[in-house]
């Protein structure tokens, strides 16, 4: 018997425990303080209205013989699918088959699952810093060759810097890459792409027979009128992407799960196309979203859901001026939060990622997450959420500028 040895090459999942090890150890010393959390990549506003009566509806459907429903199609119900086309991709000037959309139970399982797709020898593109799931899963199906823990890389991937040089935005490759993981509104930097970077992304994969995964699970945080939302809003985009997109940060569906992902029919590489094929996958290996948790993400695309939604994403974006304009306004070099729930700041007077997590939980007992974690490029920067509470955000800024 022979495990996947990939695994073995991984290392521990290293920020996320080492934020909870160094923030209970404060709290253990220090009991009579109150930590407040602007670390988390996770919503805390409930679901909305709209949203829970449709579940409620759903869970009373499920009960009664004539409406009882068992396995649904893998793909998603066209009900779904069907306001997916109509409501987020029409208003784009974006014209999709219903059978390009497929449900899903998350972003986060399709970033990883579509690798199922590729063969071992493609060169893969991510973005420095970067969400560690493109990377992780590549490292698991062999694709990213070892791990060097002194400079924190793969030796098989191609780490394209996002830095304040760059406006956080990566610059084409110069030598060809195949697959090329591109996220916007960023995690964890909060950049956007313009139309004109995307469109040199999808004429270089064009050019170069390579795919761009995009993942726009933040699109709903975009504000300002001329950032794209999808991939697709470029011309020529069809033929060379794939897009990720979620509930969870849109709706408010982080514990209740279910995303999409869009693979056009005219996409085509090595002669086979990939909408058939990831078909093929997601009806061998994933059964369907819940009856009633698809019902639940209808809702969103009813007029009252999408107030509701939009309210509490207005929230999140007040949080997120909040935390941009406070640290901004105490001298510290911060970006993103306009479009995006996430504020990338740079550390002052040359600390280190780590140094300056440790300083804030110190002195002004807020947790955020050290930059290093997202990939070398992320050094000498901290990320800082806007998905806590209003009251405790708006705590937590004083608090840091005070230290300041
Ligand atoms: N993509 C990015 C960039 C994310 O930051 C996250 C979650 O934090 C996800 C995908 C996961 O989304 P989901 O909850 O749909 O799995």
Redesign the pocket.
């Known amino acids: 018997m022979q495990i996947n040895e990939n695994y073995q090459k991984l290392p521990g999942s290293y920020l996320f425990s080492e934020i909870a090890r160094r923030t209970a150890a404060y709290s253990a010393a220090n009991p009579d303080k109150t930590l407040i959390r602007l670390g988390i990549?996770?919503v805390t506003r409930p679901l909305p209205q709209a949203v829970l009566e449709a579940m409620h509806r759903a869970v009373d459907e499920m009960g009664a013989a004539e409406t009882f429903r068992g396995y649904g199609p893998e793909q998603g119900y066209d009900f779904l699918r069907r306001a997916i086309v109509e409501q987020d991709y029409l208003p784009l000037g974006v014209c999709l088959e219903e059978d390009e959309v497929f449900v899903s139970?998350?972003?986060?399982?399709?970033?990883g699952n579509i690798g199922d797709l590729f063969g071992p020898d493609n060169v893969v593109a991510v973005c420095d810093p970067v969400?560690p799931?493109y990377v992780d899963t590549n490292a698991m199906a062999g694709r990213a060759g070892d791990y060097c823990a002194r400079s924190g890389k793969w030796s098989k991937l191609r780490y394209m810097p996002c830095t304040a040089e760059n406006g956080f935005t990566p610059a084409l490759p110069e030598e060809k890459v195949d697959i090329i993981y591109l996220?916007f509104p960023?995690?964890p930097t909060g950049a956007v792409a313009t139309r004109e970077q995307l469109a040199a992304w999808v004429k270089y994969a064009n050019e170069q027979d390579a795919l761009i995964l995009y993942?726009s699970?933040?699109e709903a945080f975009i504000t300002q009128p001329d950032v794209p939302h999808s991939i697709y809003e470029i011309e020529g985009a069809k033929t060379c992407a794939i897009e990720?997109r979620?509930?969870?940060?849109t709706a408010g569906?982080?514990g209740t799960?279910?995303?999409y992902t869009v693979v056009p029919r005219q996409l085509q590489r090595g002669g086979a196309g990939l909408n058939g094929m990831w078909n093929r996958r997601q009806c061998t290996k994933f059964n369907g979203v819940p009856y009633v948790i698809q019902r639940a993400a209808e809702a969103v695309y009813t007029p009252e859901g999408r107030r509701q939604i939009q309210e509490n994403i207005s929230y999140y974006q007040r949080n997120a001026q909040l935390i941009y304009q406070g640290l901004k306004g105490a001298g510290l070099t911060v970006s993103g939060g306009i479009n995006s729930p996430y504020i990338w700041c740079k550390t002052p007077d040359g600390l280190g990622s780590w140094e300056f997590f440790d300083r804030l939980l110190e002195r002004a007992n807020v947790v955020t997450t050290p930059g290093a974690g997202f990939g070398p490029s992320g050094e000498g920067y901290i990320r800082l959420t806007a998905f806590g509470e209003y009251r405790a955000t708006q705590e937590a800024v004083e608090r840091v500028c005070a230290v300041l």
């Open positions: 990549g996770d139970d998350g972003a986060k399982s399709d970033c969400y799931v996220c960023n995690n993942d699970a933040y990720f979620s509930f969870s940060k569906f982080t799960r279910c995303a």
